[in-house]
């Protein structure tokens, strides 16, 4: 493998740490809606089908109530340019790196497992806020 390609694939797989964990949040949130839509599907066939409907039946709705998360990451220390209205750099800002550690990013780096960080979130649901609406 080239050497160019091995810093196409770490750039691939090197990102800030925000983004590993928003994407995380956001497959979540899109299984959530995914039961959700299964469950609304079912109902929906439950009251329409002439074969089922005078049973009343209620569709199952799944929930997931948190998603615990552990992650084996190599983090690194970089930094993002600021820039102004028009594209000037202002400054940097730092921004802390993850690599997830797979054998492409081992043996790509020379990285040693023993100097990993161990990342552990939790994620979990909350009820929804109510707020006073008038009508």
């Not at 790509?108 to 006073?132: H, Q």
Request: aromatic share 6%.
């Amino acid at each position: 493998m080239s050497s160019k390609d091995s810093e196409a694939i770490e750039e691939v797989l090197v990102s800030p740490l925000s983004t590993i964990l928003g994407e995380m949040g956001k497959s979540i949130a899109q299984t959530q809606r995914a039961l959700d839509r299964n469950s609304i599907d079912t109902q929906i066939e439950l009251e329409t089908e002439e074969s089922l409907k005078d049973y009343g039946l209620e569709a199952t709705w799944y929930h997931i109530p948190e998603v615990d998360i552990e992650l084996k990451m190599a983090l690194s220390m970089g930094y993002e340019e600021e820039r102004d209205s028009k594209d000037r750099v202002r400054g940097y800002r730092r921004v802390l790196n993850a690599a997830p550690l797979n054998a492409s990013y081992k043996s790509l780096n020379s990285y040693a497992v023993e100097g990993s960080s161990i990342l552990k979130a939790k994620i979990v649901s909350v009820p929804p806020s109510y707020r006073n609406v008038e009508k």
